[in-house]
């Protein structure tokens, strides 16, 4: 399994980024794919989570409301579209493929990783 994320960048607060991740040699037991982000000096923190199989969506409290989380037809690219970022957003976001979405927000729930895309908002 491989995850490539993409899509971030720089941006002013109150504005929009999509991230991207495409993943190839996929299982059909990996049902959930996941964003993370992890800040220097903190946490891997759970953004938001898809259940592959049925458009389920999960979201942190942080970005409910103004992050929303998607997937393509083909279920080989998932989205993570922000909106009316903060400062607080800032951090590198890491694309994540696991199982089941039951603990979505645990990064020990997911075995496969992308290599991450730096999110600067300032």
């Known amino acids: 399994v491989q995850l490539v994320e993409s899509g971030g960048g720089s941006v002013q607060a109150g504005g929009s980024l999509r991230l991207s991740c495409t993943h190839s040699g996929y299982t059909s037991s990996r049902h959930c794919m996941g964003w993370f982000r992890q800040a220097p000096g903190k946490e891997r923190e759970g953004v938001a989570a898809?259940?592959?199989?049925?458009?389920?969506?999960y979201y942190g409290d942080s970005v409910r409301g103004r992050f929303t989380i998607a997937q393509d037809n083909a279920k080989t690219t998932a989205y993570l579209q922000m909106t009316s970022l903060k400062p607080e957003d800032s951090a590198m976001y890491f694309c994540?493929?696991?199982?089941?979405?039951?603990?979505?927000?645990?990064?020990?729930?997911?075995?496969?990783w992308g290599q991450g895309t730096q999110v600067t908002v300032s």
């Open positions: 994540a493929a696991g199982q089941t979405c039951g603990n979505w927000w645990k990064a020990s729930e997911f075995g496969y």
């Open positions: 898809i259940y592959r199989h049925g458009d389920f969506t």
